[in-house]
Each structure stands twice: as structure tokens, then as C-alpha cells.
């Protein structure tokens, strides 16, 4: 092992074997906050969760669809009474702190055991790269510009994510029960440990651009870069198991009618699927520091890493004995494949060059170099050294 693995260090688990059942009741007794979590993605992950015995809390600006949802989840079979629906704005800090410290009131442990960053919209303002004069707004003075562009979609998508993922870390560090050393152990539903988990809701736009959709691409570009900053921290510094989940392209109500128009006749990915690689996270709590790309249902023929899809299967379930006869021939039925799995592992070219080099360096300075590093720094802490 080479010192530009840092692996050990971050401890990520090993890759997401995804020919394994999901086990949905091992969601059971968590306590879940969900934000954006009156429809979409974030009430389909709720709808599931409730109906296997875990506690929902929901928080969103839509008031009336929130109320209305979390009245649903206390009906199903198998929920606890416990499903709850405060309103959350997640761009004000004052609202997303509130909402978090009212999760933890409603708790029935009084804390929470997993918090999923799920809030988001599409571009407000697909003028953005092609912005036109427009006097007089945001130019006081009438000079010629353009006007000022609507940066809702990045408030809500980045900064909302990055409050929700701040917020999250000082909470799951304080769930009662769960401990830092806890970190990637397997729990079950009458197991004493609790666990302590931020599951960040990306998208394929997170790995590459998105036509048209500028500050939805930039937004979720930022969300990928999130979670590759905190699965490197989160996990001994706090024990908090820090996942990814991107979605492909699916009917929702954050694709607009001409992203629409523009898949017509492509395949496009299902919110079951999304549900089901997000269960997978929340039931697998030895999952720690993997991201899902979640796309079309289909079967795959595996041949020495070589994915050849040969049937898809999309809104209908693989038959169980021709899915059996796919495994004995090295293929499997999926919708979900990893990303930025082992680039902690085996890092590109460039990265690993500059950390060869940063290695090789750091051995040349030895202990003095870092003893000199250290007195400068405590000497401008105390101003006695200037920058």
C-alpha cells in the first residue's frame, strides 16, 4: 500500500455489492429527517421508510402537501404514530436550524439517526449564459448590462445543502446511543447501537453538465464535492457515515416539459429505483463513503468489467429464473452502478503525481520542516509572526 492510499484513513468500506437484497426492515425504529420532503424523491423515500417502522419528520415550504404526507405516512401499515411535518425553508439558516432542533424534540429517543439532504428545484434561470441587455434592472444608473440573474436554484441547492450537511453533523454526533467508534458496523432493528448517517441526494449532473441547466449542473457539481470532502472527515472525526445518491434523469416534477420533449423515446430511470438504492444506504449501515448513480432497470451481461446491457426492463420486474440463469452466466439485473468509488484508492494521474511529489517533499524536510511549519503558525495565531 502506498501512502497516496488513503483509504485507512477515511475508512470507506468496500464496493456496494448491488446483487444483494435490500432490506427495508432494517429501517425500522431510526428516526429519519427528510428536507424537500412534501413530494418528489423526499416523499417517496418517506412513503417507503414509514410503511417499514422507521420515524419520518418532514420539512418543506409547502405546508399543505407536508401536513397532508405526513397524515398518509401515520395511516400506512407498519408506521409508527411517530411521522411528523414541519415547515422548513432550507435557504434561511434561522428555518433549517428550527426545523433541526424540532426533529430532535419529536424524536422518540431524542435524536436522530440519519438526515437526508434531499431539497432542490431546477435552473430558475435558463437565460443565464445567454443574458441579454436589460436597463435599469440591477443598473441603478441606466448604464448597459445585463440583469440580474435569479440564483434561487443555487440558494436552494447548494447553500440549502451545505446548512442541511452542517446542521446534520452536529446533531448525528449527538444521537443518544450511537457512538464515533460505531463507524461501519452492522446494526439490526433490536440492536442497541444507533446509527449515525447523511445520505446527500446529487445527480447525474453531478458527474457531468446539463445542458441548459447552468445552475442546476454548477449546484449539484457542488453537492458531488460535498460529499467527497466529508466522507474524508466525517467519519473519524464524528462517526458520521457520509453517502452519495445520484439520480439519472427521472419523471418527477423537477424535469421541466422541455427537458422532457428533449428524452423523448430515451430510456429514463424510476423513482423505485431511486427509492430502492436509498434504502439500500439507509438499511446497510456498513455502507460508508459510496455514491450510486441510479439509472433504467436493466440486465447486464458482465464480462471481465465490461457491461453489456442486453435487455432493459424498465416498468416491469426481471422474471426470478431467467435473473437466476443471468447470475450463473456472470449477469445481474440492476439500476444502480457506483461512482467516484475508488478514487481514494486510485486516484487520476495528476492528483497522484502532486501527492507522490507532496510525500517525497515532506520526507525531505523531515521533523524540522514540520517544526518550523508549526512555530510559524502558533506565531501568527499570537501575532508575533506576520503572513
Known amino acids: 500500500m502506498t501512502r497516496e492510499n488513503v483509504v485507512p484513513l477515511i475508512r470507506q468500506s468496500q464496493p456496494i455489492n ?8 432494517n429501517v425500522r425504529g431510526r428516526t429519519i429527517l427528510i428536507t424537500g420532503g412534501a413530494s418528489g424523491f423526499g416523499a417517496s423515500f418517506a412513503r417507503h421508510w414509514a410503511a417499514h417502522g422507521a420515524h419520518v419528520i418532514l420539512g418543506d415550504v409547502n405546508d399543505k402537501a407536508g401536513e397532508a404526507l405526513a397524515a398518509e405516512l401515520r395511516s400506512l401499515s407498519g408506521a409508527t404514530p411517530h411521522q411528523h411535518y414541519r415547515h422548513c425553508d432550507v435557504t434561511s439558516w434561522e428555518s433549517q436550524a428550527a426545523f433541526f432542533r424540532d426533529a430532535v424534540a419529536l424524536s ?26 436589460k436597463k435599469g434592472d440591477g443598473n441603478d444608473d441606466g448604464s448597459p448590462g445585463p440583469g440580474k440573474p435569479d440564483l434561487k436554484c443555487l440558494d436552494v441547492n447548494l447553500v440549502g445543502a451545505a446548512y442541511t450537511a452542517h446542521l446534520a453533523m452536529y446533531w448525528l454526533a449527538r444521537n443518544p446511543g450511537s457512538t464515533a467508534h460505531d463507524l461501519g ?6 440492536g442497541p447501537e444507533r446509527d449515525r448517517h447523511l445520505l446527500l441526494i446529487g445527480s447525474v449532473a453531478s458527474l457531468w453538465p446539463v445542458a441548459q441547466s447552468t445552475q442546476y449542473t454548477m449546484s449539484k457539481h457542488a453537492v458531488m464535492g460535498l460529499f467527497r470532502s466529508l466522507r474524508g472527515m466525517a467519519g473519524w472525526q464524528s462517526g458520521v457515515r457520509v453517502n452519495l445518491l445520484c439520480p439519472y434523469i427521472i419523471a418527477t416534477g423537477i424535469v421541466p416539459p422541455i427537458a422532457r420533449i428533449a428524452l423523448a423515446g430515451a430510456a429514463v430511470g424510476t423513482v423505485d429505483a431511486a427509492v430502492e438504492a436509498a434504502t439500500r444506504f439507509m438499511a446497510d449501515t456498513t455502507i460508508v463513503g459510496r455514491a450510486l448513480v441510479v439509472g433504467p432497470k436493466v440486465r447486464v451481461k458482465d464480462d471481465n468489467e465490461t457491461y453489456e446491457v442486453t435487455e432493459l426492463l424498465q416498468d416491469r420486474d426481471a422474471d426470478p429464473a431467467h435473473q437466476e440463469a443471468m447470475r450463473n452466466t456472470g449477469g445481474f439485473v440492476t439500476s444502480s452502478w457506483e461512482c467516484y468509488a475508488h478514487d481514494y484508492e486510485l486516484v487520476e494521474m495528476t492528483n497522484g503525481r502532486i501527492l507522490r511529489m507532496m510525500n517525497q517533499i515532506e520526507n525531505m524536510r523531515g521533523w524540522a520542516g514540520w517544526a518550523k511549519d508549526i512555530v510559524v503558525a502558533v506565531g501568527m495565531m499570537l501575532r508575533l509572526v506576520k503572513d
Not at 422518540?108 to 441587455?133: K, M, W, Y
Not at 458496523?185 to 433490536?190: G, L, Q, Y
Open 18 to 25: 448491488i446483487t444483494h437484497p435490500v432490506r427495508s426492515n
Open 108 to 133: 422518540p429517543h431524542g435524536g436522530l439517526d440519519a438526515v437526508i439532504a434531499n431539497a432542490g428545484i431546477s435552473d430558475t434561470d435558463f437565460s443565464f449564459c445567454r443574458a441579454q441587455e
Open 185 to 190: 458496523k452492522p446494526r439490526t432493528p433490536d
